[in-house]
């Protein structure tokens, strides 16, 4: 039977500092000379062990995606949005391929409900030893109304949301040019922070791989739903082929 649950350090947790809800909290990640253990680096871009392990069994690492503390994914140049995808994605590689782990996971926060502490631009690479992170992954989560479909990567809104109501996807065709796979990533997070519902300020990013593919779930995050919470029911939004449209419109137009 897969492992499904994992214990979480709450003595831990309650030492996280919290620089999204206090914009007082100094952040740890600005403070460059201080970061301990540094894995990896190539220019502002940092992977680094997390200080705040919080979870039993798992190696938990933190990328730090740039030096400007108030940058944000959706406004990267082309040139260090590639940089930090390719980053990311050759050491999630490196920890899948390592046989260290059962899954990994990768994975960004940003805003107050996206379930992160630190407003510093940052994702996060975390290697489970008995937990399988894709027990619940379905193909069906990532069908939907298309936005962009060429060069091995498709762009959709979910018709079978994994959560419910908006959520984006991206695929990637293994051997397709990361480029596009990335400018869809940029696209979807900068419609929902500036196009999407006026009270959106936070979205996850959620990378998986399955059969040879690499997918990515843009999920906007709000209040989440009790039919979903208490029973898993998720619902459909009911305009999901205007926000196709409208993100085609706005990013796609030919």
Not at 15 to 22: F, T
Not at 61 to 76: F, M, Q, R
């Amino acid at each position: 039977m897969k492992k499904t649950h994992i214990n979480f350090f709450t003595e831990v947790g309650a030492q996280k500092p919290n620089s999204i809800r206090n914009k007082e909290t100094p952040c740890p990640f600005c403070r460059i000379d201080e970061l301990e253990e540094v894995l990896d680096k190539q220019d502002s871009i940092i992977l680094v062990k997390n200080k705040y392990t919080v979870l039993d069994g798992a190696f938990q690492t933190v990328l730090i995606e740039t030096d400007e503390c108030e940058g944000e994914l959706s406004n990267y140049s082309k040139d260090h949005l590639y940089k930090v995808l390719r980053f990311g994605l050759k050491h999630w590689d490196n920890m899948l391929n390592s046989g260290k782990y059962t899954s990994v996971m990768f994975f960004k926060n940003h805003g107050p409900l996206s379930g992160g502490t630190i407003r510093h631009p940052h994702m996060q690479i975390i290697g489970l030893n008995e937990v399988d992170c894709l027990h619940d992954f379905s193909e069906n989560q990532f069908k939907g109304l298309p936005i962009l479909e060429k060069e091995g990567v498709k762009f959709t809104v979910s018709t079978e949301p994994r959560v419910g109501f908006y959520e984006l996807n991206v695929i990637w065709e293994k051997g397709a040019e990361l480029s596009l796979f990335a400018d869809c990533i940029q696209a979807g997070t900068h419609y929902l922070l500036n196009h999407f519902h006026r009270s959106c300020t936070s979205y996850n990013l959620f990378f998986y791989k399955h059969n040879e593919k690499t997918y990515c779930k843009i999920m906007p995050r709000f209040v989440t739903s009790p039919l979903y919470m208490g029973y898993g029911v998720q619902q459909v939004a009911n305009n999901i082929d205007e926000i196709a449209q409208s993100i085609k419109d706005i990013y796609f137009k030919a």
